[in-house]
């Protein structure tokens, strides 16, 4: 059931986000019946706080953090708890955190590596690092090209998202123009964060 509403989720279907939390917390909470033989799935781990964070059920996450991810195989252990910590400041606007955290740690799974990589350039937007941004949005679409690990939808998600990162630092679309962009296009990681950047947004030529 979980496996369905996530892959809904990742159709858009942003409606059913309450319908998974509450199967997140039923599954951990009630008999641990989504912790098999000790382990929890560092999928199903980073899904719960992620989904936790979207409905700002912030201390809900913190808790599930620190109660859970002793349950992680121990060689996916710290980079999977450095992701959803990562998560959980980011929403609790602990921008400058966020990118301590996540410097501090070496990732090596290439979705942890991009994940965390979309982290550090949302939080260096929020904190208007816009001179940085430019160059760290190129290099992370060049990254993104030249890695034969990436499945074709997450490698056009993570290339799309640098690319409207850029328009948002270059202010040369119009409002309405940067919102068509955003709303078309099919793969596209932060697509929330994205429209509300969109909502602040302010062309240069206005």
């Known amino acids: 059931m979980i496996n369905y509403i996530v892959g809904e989720l990742n159709k858009g279907k942003h409606d059913l986000i309450p319908d998974i939390f509450e199967l997140y917390k039923f599954g951990f909470e009630n008999d641990k019946i989504l912790i098999h033989n000790g382990i929890v799935d560092s999928v199903n781990f980073r899904s719960a706080v992620n989904v936790a964070c979207h409905l700002e059920e912030l201390t ?99 290339i799309q998202f640098g690319r409207i990162l850029i328009h948002l630092v270059h202010r040369k679309l119009s409002k309405d123009k940067l919102m068509h962009e955003i709303q078309n296009t099919v793969h596209l990681y932060s697509k929330d964060w994205l429209v509300k950047k969109q909502k602040e947004y302010k062309p240069i030529n206005t």
């Open 60 to 158: 809900w996450a913190e808790n599930f953090i620190a109660n859970y991810q002793s349950y992680l195989e121990p060689k996916v252990r710290l980079e999977n708890t450095a992701i959803a910590n990562s998560m959980l400041l980011f929403e609790q606007g602990k921008f400058e955190q966020v990118i301590q955290n996540i410097d501090k740690h070496k990732f090596v799974e290439i979705h942890s590596i991009i994940m965390t990589r979309v982290y550090d350039l949302k939080s260096r937007y929020e904190l208007k690092e816009i001179e940085e941004l430019d160059t760290k949005s190129e290099s992370f679409i060049r990254f993104v090209n030249r890695s034969k690990k990436l499945g074709e939808k997450n490698k056009s998600a993570a």
